[in-house]
């Protein structure tokens, strides 16, 4: 990484539809952004729109107040095109969005040194600057897994921690083929609602050894500075199960946890609950005319999805006849 970033000050990426340019006046800066942005690596079409981020060393005392945007640590003002960023620890943005090109500065003080919550940061803004680019293309991020087989692709919807990832692996594990464990690309062309695929690898706790063999977890990668998930290749899962680009979906599975619950047990989502679990896994700007966009969007595509809830047990892999039941209960809904 070092060599390269000597080499060039201009650094490249792919993120889905988005071309992003890097231009940085510090390596270790650079290299955090890059790090971040590798998790968004499979194939794409075309990419339609591209980021210009210039990365700066230097301080930049924005007024936010969060109009936009209120996540974690980060506020976010949005007036027209024009975007303002501000984190708890120091780090700054602003953009512009323009037809095809959208234009960045991301600020970085001096005395900030890079620890996890300084990478959080970081990854927190790349995640907004990727966010509004996906947006202006028309397609809506949402944190969810999807599994797909025999015509059947079903969106895995449950909060951080809730059990996607290692729902995935498991269905994976047991020939279904997957676009990834968390995040998603979703849009609606007149009819037709398609999925796609942004990351190339499972994000997974190391306790899912308990479960499934998944090699040297320990000495993997962390997925991001706020969690103890690693990057794990599909390969290492699932080397019969390989990932797609790209699937109609077909189902919402809404995952409840239940330490009281004995294994998995599947039942029917009634229809007026099937968008609110599609939404929950989805940043809604508090921007009202963003916010009425991606709820109509959504809630267009959800009118087509049938949904189902899973209640999973502390014990839930255990035995391989309850996923068994779980494939039943989304290939025969």
């Known amino acids: 990484m070092a060599a390269l970033l000597s080499a060039s000050r201009a650094l490249h990426a792919s993120c889905g539809p988005l071309e992003i340019v890097l231009t940085a006046e510090d390596e270790r800066i650079a290299a955090v952004a890059l790090n971040h942005l590798s998790l968004f690596a499979p194939a794409w079409p075309a990419r339609t729109r591209t ?30 095109a024009r975007y303002a ?6 780090l700054a943005a602003q953009g512009h ?40 293309e028309g397609w809506i991020p949402v944190h969810a897994a999807a599994v797909a087989k025999n015509g059947t692709c079903a969106v895995l919807c449950a909060p951080s921690g809730g059990g996607k990832s290692t729902l995935t692996a498991a269905l994976a594990r047991h ?20 999925l796609r695929a942004l990351l190339q690898t499972f994000n997974l706790d190391p306790q899912t050894r308990r479960w499934f063999d998944v090699g040297d977890i320990d000495g993997l990668p962390r997925y991001s500075a706020f969690t103890n998930k690693r990057r794990v ?8 199960s390989p990932m797609i680009e790209s699937a109609a979906p077909t189902h919402v599975v809404r995952i409840v946890r239940d330490a009281h619950a004995s294994g ?28 009425r966009w991606i709820v109509r969007e959504t809630g267009a595509c959800a ?27 989304i290939l025969c809904e």
Do not use: H
């Not at 960023?85 to 120091?90: L, M, N, P, Q």
């Not at 001096?110 to 600057?129: H, N, Q, R, W, Y």
């Not at 279904?176 to 398609?194: A, E, I, P």
């Open 51 to 80: 980021i210009n981020v210039q990365m700066l060393r230097n301080s930049c005392a924005l007024e936010v107040s969060g109009t936009y945007l209120r996540c974690g640590q980060m506020l976010a003002d949005r007036d027209g």
């Open 85 to 90: 960023v501000r984190t708890s620890r120091g």
């Open 97 to 136: 969005c323009g037809a095809r090109t959208d234009v960045w500065v991301v600020y970085v003080p001096e005395d900030v040194e890079f620890g996890e919550p300084e990478v959080g940061a970081l990854e927190d803004i790349f995640s907004l600057i990727c966010t509004v680019g996906w947006r202006q």
């Open 175 to 194: 020939g279904w083929q997957t676009l990834g464990d968390d995040k998603l690309l979703l849009r609606r062309t007149g009819v037709d609602v398609r």
């Open 233 to 240: 290749a599909v390969g290492t899962i699932c080397a019969r």
């Open 264 to 291: 998995i047990s599947a039942s029917p989502l009634r229809p007026g609950d099937v968008l609110p679990a599609l939404l929950r896994q989805i940043v809604i700007p508090a921007d009202p005319a963003a916010a």
């Open 303 to 329: 009118s087509k999805l049938r949904g189902i809830e899973l209640r999973i047990g502390d014990d839930a892999y255990a035995s391989a006849a309850w996923l068994g039941a779980i494939e039943e209960a």
